[in-house]
């Protein structure tokens, strides 16, 4: 099956998805078969056809009707424009989009009836084919769409099958708590260097670290558990967790959690 997918906006998500669709062996899009376009980047364009083989365009509105899938990894706010003009344009193709707060009602809502829409939540990971994505689909996603769905996903890595709801109420989960913590490696790292020793050296203490505590949670662990295996009662760990509790850690996260949320929501609903 010969897929001709264009991408709107050439930013970070376009290049995690071109990447791993273009590195994917058997991947039923070839990279002949992806054209990406932006709105004033030349620039990013070219570095993307330079280091991809995509085909480029400053004028994605005219490849619409050449295309079989359209997938819009431009900003939230680009949305509602966005649909005006591809709702003209438009029979049948599969539109996708991976920004935040913009569900399938929102664009079901906007273009054609009858056109199938799906909302894909990656994260950054994406890049290295590592993304932990949720998805929802539209009522009118077919089969054969979801064949071309699950391509994309498996492209840039895992990925759950959600209710829209789900998705708005996990976009922080998946889509934006990796800066949550990259932010609490880099509390840990200047703790370390503190102390002395290179940013290099640091660098190499947390990411091992951290990777053998994935490791245990992988292998089954409960973090309870694993944080009793750690901190022993009146011992030091235990007093580190005391000043985590004090400051109300686990209260703070959730409230990242929510705040993130709530602004992703109010991209979808602004109109
Ligand atoms: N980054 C993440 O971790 C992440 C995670 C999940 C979802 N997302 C979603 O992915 C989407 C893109 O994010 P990103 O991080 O890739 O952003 P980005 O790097 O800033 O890229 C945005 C891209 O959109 C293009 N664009 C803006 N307005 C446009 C328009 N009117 N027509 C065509 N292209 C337009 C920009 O082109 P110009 O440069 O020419 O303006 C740029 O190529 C967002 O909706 C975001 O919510 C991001």
Not at 4 to 24: D, F, P, Q, Y
Not at 146 to 167: C, F, H, K, N, P
Not at 253 to 269: C, F, I, P, Y
């Amino acid at each position: 099956m010969m897929t001709k997918l264009l991408i709107i906006g050439a930013g970070r998500m376009a290049e995690a998805v071109i990447s791993g669709l273009v590195n994917k062996k058997n991947s039923t899009i070839q990279c002949d078969d992806i054209m990406v376009g932006n709105k004033s980047d030349k620039e990013r364009l070219h570095y993307l056809k330079n280091t991809y083989s995509v085909k480029i365009t400053t004028d994605w509105e005219t490849e619409i009707v050449h295309s079989d899938v359209l997938l819009i990894a431009s900003p939230p706010e680009t949305h509602e424009t966005m649909a005006s003009i591809i709702k003209d344009k438009i029979s049948g193709q599969l539109v996708i989009t991976v920004a935040a707060g913009i569900d399938p009602s929102y664009l079901e809502k906007r273009l054609v009836p009858g056109t199938p829409v799906c909302w894909i939540m990656p994260n950054t990971a994406a890049q290295l084919g590592q993304s932990m994505s949720i998805y929802t689909c539209g009522q009118n996603v077919s089969s054969e769409h979801r064949t071309i769905i699950d391509m994309i996903l498996s492209s840039i890595g895992e990925a759950e099958e959600l209710s829209e709801q789900q998705v708005h109420d996990l976009t922080a989960i998946t889509g934006s708590a990796p800066a949550f913590f990259y932010t609490f490696v880099q509390a840990l790292e200047t703790a370390a260097q503190d102390y002395g020793i290179s940013k290099g050296q640091a660098r190499n203490l947390v990411i091992k670290m951290v990777r053998g505590s994935v490791t245990m949670l992988e292998n089954g662990g409960e973090p309870e558990e694993l944080i009793a295996q750690v901190a022993s009662p009146g011992g030091s760990t235990a007093k580190g967790l005391e000043v985590l509790e004090e400051s109300h850690f686990k209260r703070i996260l959730l409230e990242s959690v929510k705040a993130t949320n709530k602004h992703a929501r109010s991209q979808g609903d602004k109109v």
